[in-house]
């Protein structure tokens, strides 16, 4: 049966965050950030974390450094990507600072946080239960055509031991598309739903669970989280409101103090 989670906020500092304890126990600290807790002015108030959305880039900056604190970390190591709607995965394992372009981020290091931006695209969470490896993709309808959740998935040696997120995003209600989405669509079951004329409702967590599912998970391991962005009151929506804001899916592997092997 498919977990759900209900979101509360807690407070990190002045921040309040919507913590995914239950990874907790594979070693992983994660949340995803609100509208709250920061210093951005309307329409992007008030934590806003994308830069290319308009917002005054000094505010974002601190914005990112209050994200940034909540886990323990300077902001430098907070790794993002230049999201394109696609399927490319970047291997944070090798990353020296230099900008990534990509849809989603697998790592195994202690010393970054894993960052994905979105305003009702489905953030997702990827945890490896027998190993150190943890990752984060960026899925709309254009992520999700382009088969983001099985290019990440390739990165993981057996989906037996994964569980996923799915996290807060727009729902059917609030995303009507066109039938050149829907077609691409179709064979999802419950994934297109008839709307006015040639418009559809799509259900962009019905086609993620789908995709899971073909790529070896069973639904036990995953997790969809409430509420979703719909009206744009808790996170930020693009459909809601334009322009906006960006939340963020922040993930960071609990940082590792024992000896390494030759330096015991």
């Known amino acids: 049966m498919l977990n759900t989670l209900n979101l509360t906020a807690r407070l990190r500092g002045d921040v309040p965050l919507y913590e995914l304890d239950a990874m907790n126990e594979w070693g992983v600290d994660a949340f995803f950030t609100g509208r709250g807790g920061g210093v951005s002015a309307s329409p992007y108030d008030s934590l806003n974390l994308g830069t290319h959305v308009g917002d005054d880039p000094t505010l974002v900056a601190e914005n990112r450094r209050r994200v940034a604190a909540a886990s323990q970390l300077d902001?430098?190591?907070l790794v993002t990507t230049s999201q394109v709607h696609g399927a490319q995965v970047n291997d944070v394992d090798q990353w020296n600072g230099e900008p990534l372009v990509g849809d989603s981020l697998v790592c195994t290091r202690d010393d970054v946080a894993l960052v994905i931006l979105v305003a009702d695209c489905i953030p997702l969470l990827f945890v490896d239960t027998a190993s150190t490896r943890f990752a984060v993709a960026h899925a709309g309808w254009r992520g999700l055509m382009a088969n983001v959740i099985a290019t990440t998935l390739a990165h993981f040696e057996n989906p037996d031991d994964v569980r996923v997120v799915i996290g807060p995003h727009i729902s059917p209600a609030k995303y009507q598309v066109g039938p050149?989405?829907?077609?691409?669509?179709?064979?999802v079951d419950g994934a297109v739903l008839a709307d006015v004329g040639d418009r559809s409702?799509?259900?962009l967590a019905a086609i993620a669970l789908d995709q899971l599912v073909r790529g070896g998970l069973d639904v036990s391991s995953i997790t969809r989280c409430s509420p979703g962005t719909d009206e744009g009151t808790v996170f930020f929506s693009d459909r809601a409101q334009r322009p906006c804001g960006r939340f963020a899916l922040v993930v960071r592997r609990f940082y590792d103090a024992s000896p390494k092997e030759g330096n015991k």
Do not use: S, T
């Not at 050149?180 to 064979?187: G, R, S």
């Open 75 to 77: 902001v430098n190591k």
């Open 180 to 187: 050149e989405v829907a077609q691409h669509f179709l064979e």
């Open 201 to 203: 409702r799509l259900d």
